[in-house]
């Protein structure tokens, strides 16, 4: 007889540019689960969208967006040796270009269409089918895993939040002001929590996590100690 180890499901949420994917990343390398960046899916999409006229201007052309849905093909590949993943898009690695301004100012835009987020939901619990799996998102412990075994809810003061993208940005060698960033991420916020369809909140069984004066490595020993607590259990 074969015993079928349980799947641990562990959903992220939160807000912009408050440290989630590293937070996922590190329990996920530590618990050698797999990582999924939900917002990669949709940062992707709006690539796909800026690069083909779909999204013009802040204006989305809805009618081509539907059509084109199909056209899309994200995959998370993984270096191994490097432990790190990267996002593909149609074959072409677009980790960095996804990262971009431009992006980030078009992505909500696209993330409230209902398409847009049923194709992303489907491939998102299609992760968890065969893994044991960290994801970070906005609505990963509402509405792709409501029942995920562990929901981890994060929050940071937006100027804290603004100077770490600032810092990050900078050294990827990208142009941007600290008021520019702090706008995108204030706008985000709002129209992430405001959307029509699962828009961000706080599941009601979420842990909160304000990681506004937390090391890294502090954030991550708080949650394993609450994966621990679960597990044990
Ligand atoms: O996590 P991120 O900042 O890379 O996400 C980019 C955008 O994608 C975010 O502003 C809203 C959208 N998003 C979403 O609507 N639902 C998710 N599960 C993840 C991201």
Redesign the pocket.
């Known amino acids: 007889m074969t015993f079928e180890q349980k799947k641990i499901i562990i959903a992220i949420d939160g807000f912009?540019?408050c440290g989630?994917?590293t937070v996922a990343k590190g329990l996920a390398e530590k618990l050698h689960f797999l990582y999924i960046?939900?917002?990669?899916m949709?940062?992707a999409t709006t690539l796909y969208c800026l690069e083909n006229n779909i999204i013009i201007n802040g204006v989305v052309n809805e009618e081509k967006l539907n059509k084109s849905l199909d056209n899309i093909h994200i995959e998370f590949i993984s270096d191994k040796g490097a432990g790190t993943y990267f996002t593909f898009l149609n074959g072409k690695n677009i980790e960095d270009d996804i990262r971009n301004i431009e992006v980030s100012n078009n992505?909500?835009n696209i993330?409230i269409f209902k398409k847009v987020r049923e194709k992303?939901v489907a491939l998102q619990r299609a992760y968890a089918i065969e893994n044991s799996i960290v994801m970070?998102?906005?609505?990963?412990g509402t509405v792709?895993f409501p029942n995920a075994d562990l929901k981890i809810f994060m929050t940071a003061d937006v100027k804290i939040r603004a100077t770490r993208r600032y810092n990050e940005l900078l050294q990827k060698g990208q142009k941007v002001s600290l008021q520019e960033i702090e706008k995108n991420i204030m706008d985000?916020d709002e129209k992430?929590q405001t959307r029509a369809i699962?828009p961000l909140k706080k599941a009601n069984d979420a842990i909160v996590l304000d990681n506004s004066y937390l090391t890294h490595e502090e954030q991550l020993n708080w949650v394993i100690a609450k994966v621990n607590s679960i597990i044990n259990n």
Not at 37 to 40: E, L
Not at 136 to 140: A, E, K, L, M, N
């Open positions: 912009s540019s989630k994917s960046d939900s917002g990669a949709y940062r992505v909500s993330s992303m970070d998102g906005r609505d990963i792709v985000r992430d699962s």
